[in-house]
């Protein structure tokens, strides 16, 4: 644990639940609790940070900084102070913390500021790929990222870290602002906490852009109005929380882990990608221009449902030459809803010339897919177009899902309402997020798929601990039932989950011995925490010491270092040679 440093008399702490660390301190005479989980803001610009310089708005270095760690629902400094928060996160340098929480959460975060500070007009698929390297190196010390930045081309961004980001299994929320958070009236306050509490607190295994107390899929949403806060619109998805009085998750949207493996950033993106956009006497020498080498790919605007001029041979003609020569075209929509289909003749003139159907893609996120796809050296044309038209991160809509158990269709749960007499929606919602949690862990601990399944249709997340803070994938992960495993984590349970000591499901497998089950997590991106690696040296040597070879094998197929030194700083192969463990020496050597 890394809070050993904390006195005795004033702090003392232990871990818990999906909070990541439970810290106590002293305060005003007693000792208050509470739970710590940490965010990496990564801060690129935009109105959020600007400053007036000669009547126009620019960013300013350390300004944003400095005015937050002022302002007391941005910053606690007592608690800063009580649980030597400075000395614990140091050498960072630019740490804050926010007051306690309603989930009764302590949000630090850490400010990487860049430099030069952008407006994002300036932003380039470049800078996506450092916000994509950035997430990437500190993937594993933080429990989630806010993204700071400008508004203009904040769509763009999140679109394309969606599709830059490979096995995400942690919250990366990007936000920023109308107006400056030095102005009296400005957006950038709320847009920073709430994203920050929705990074700190939810496992959405997601890229979003949180704005106006919505929080969207980063690759569904567009600027639509330069002027109000309410500044993005998400026309062909429902949002994934509102943020009102109380933060209210559909989880329902919220698209689970894939079982790719570890989380890694694609940093390649082919820059030879455009948006051209019809309008009514496009000439055919501009359609001509635009699409010659080296343009590899297009997102072509289109009428309506995607519908473009079909008495224009000569247009078409162009457009189906490009086709030929290996360009990869798109047709989006102009319309900010509704689908791409091929209803009509004009649409289906375009598909003639070669032209993929984009459905109902945003203009950020089909031209964003196509640089990185087009980016891919080792795909076919053919892989690649079909790559397009595939839903690889929740940007299109597909096939519409089957209708779900709506909860007043659960007989289980209307007999135990009729047993206590309530009826209304709010009153079934209450006894079903009591109960169900515990009951899935018991699904899961009998290797029930079926009542996990019924469980899941009446609306309840998978992801919710029982009483001791352990999830269905904590206890599926214990009892080795592969099945129950592989079902949660393709429903989107969280790896990242932790229980009531602290434990992740991976540490829970570990400990268990659930070889199978540590590769399937492993699969899905898991890997132990922070506070989980602090003890794991010592447990190396003990294992060690008892010539416990097995027990070692699956710490390393956990992706554990070998060499971690215990508390006393031997190594494991040290303590097994002291104690004359030849097979083991001969294992940790080879590690
Ligand atoms: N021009 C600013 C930017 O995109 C607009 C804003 O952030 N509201 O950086």
């Known amino acids: 644990m890394d809070l050993h440093f904390l006195s005795q008399k004033s702090v003392c702490q232990s871990t818990i639940g999906m909070g990541r660390r439970r810290v106590s301190y002293a305060c005003s005479g007693s000792t208050e609790q509470s739970t710590e989980t940490s965010v990496l803001v990564?801060?690129?610009?935009?109105?959020?940070?600007?400053?007036?310089?000669?009547?126009?708005?620019?960013?300013?270095?350390?300004?944003?900084?400095?005015?937050?760690?002022?302002?007391?629902?941005?910053?606690?400094e007592q608690y800063a102070q009580n649980t030597k928060l400075y000395e614990r996160y140091k050498p960072e340098k630019k740490i804050l913390v926010l007051p306690k929480s309603k989930l009764d959460m302590r949000v630090v975060y850490i400010f990487l500021e860049y430099s030069p500070l952008l407006d994002s007009s300036n932003i380039t698929p470049d800078d996506w790929v450092t916000i994509g390297k950035d997430i990437e190196r500190n993937y594993e010390k933080y429990d989630g990222f806010v993204v700071l930045h400008g508004t203009d081309t904040m769509a763009y961004t999140a679109s394309a870290l969606s599709f830059m980001c490979e096995n995400l299994g942690k919250p990366v929320i990007v936000t920023g602002s109308q107006l400056p958070i030095f102005e009296m009236r400005s957006d950038g306050r709320d847009n920073f906490v709430g994203a920050l509490l929705i990074a700190g607190q939810f496992h959405i295994p997601e890229v979003c852009l949180y704005f106006h107390d919505k929080l969207y899929r980063g690759n569904r949403v567009t600027k639509v109005d330069s002027g109000s806060f309410k500044a993005f619109a998400s026309p062909n998805l429902p949002p994934l929380a509102d943020l009102e009085s109380d933060i209210k998750i559909n989880w329902d949207t919220v698209r689970p882990l894939s079982p790719n493996g570890k989380f890694t950033v694609c940093k390649e993106m082919n820059h030879n990608v455009g948006l051209l956009r019809i309008f009514p006497g496009i000439t055919t020498d501009t359609v001509k221009a635009f699409l010659k080498a080296p343009m590899d790919g297009v997102i072509l605007e289109t009428y309506g449902c995607g519908n473009a001029p079909s008495n224009r041979k000569d247009l078409l003609d162009e457009i189906h030459k490009a086709t030929q020569r290996g360009v990869i075209i798109v047709n989006c929509s102009q319309c900010l809803r509704g689908t791409v289909t091929i209803s009509y003749a004009t649409g289906q003139a375009l598909s003639q010339a070669g032209v993929i159907v984009g459905f109902d893609m945003t203009q950020e996120a089909a031209l964003s897919k196509l640089a990185h796809v087009l980016a891919k050296r080792d795909l076919s044309l053919e892989e690649k177009k079909k790559m397009m038209t595939k839903n690889l991160r929740g940007e299109m809509t597909a096939e519409p899902e089957g209708a779900k158990l709506s909860i007043s269709d659960s007989r289980f749960i209307q007999i135990i309402a009729k047993t206590l007499s309530v009826g209304c929606k709010e009153e079934l919602e209450g006894i079903r997020d009591a109960l169900m949690p515990t009951l899935a862990c018991a699904a899961a601990k009998n290797g029930d798929t079926e009542v996990l399944e019924a469980i899941r249709n009446m609306g309840t997340d998978l992801n919710k601990p029982d009483y001791d803070g352990r999830t269905p994938l904590h206890i599926a992960a214990c009892q080795g039932h592969l099945n129950i495993v592989d079902y949660l984590l393709d429903k989107g349970a969280s790896v990242f989950a932790k229980d009531r000591?602290?434990?992740?499901?991976?540490?829970?497998?570990?400990?268990?011995?659930?070889?199978?089950?540590?590769?399937?997590?492993?699969?899905?991106?898991?890997h132990l925490s922070r506070d989980e690696l602090q003890d794991t040296g010592t447990e190396l040597c003990r294992l060690a010491a008892s010539g416990d070879l097995e027990g070692l094998k699956i710490w390393k197929l956990a992706g554990v270092d070998m060499a971690t030194s215990g508390y006393d700083g031997k190594t494991p192969v040290e303590v097994a040679r002291a104690f004359g463990c030849k097979e083991v020496v001969d294992f940790l050597e080879a590690a």
């Open 501 to 526: 000591f602290g434990d992740t499901p991976l540490r829970n497998a570990i400990l268990l011995r659930c070889k199978d089950a540590v590769e399937m997590l492993n699969k899905y991106g898991a």
């Open 42 to 76: 990564i801060y690129t610009g935009g109105t959020i940070g600007m400053v007036l310089h000669d009547g126009v708005l620019s960013p300013e270095p350390n300004a944003l900084f400095e005015n937050v760690r002022k302002l007391p629902f941005m910053h606690d």
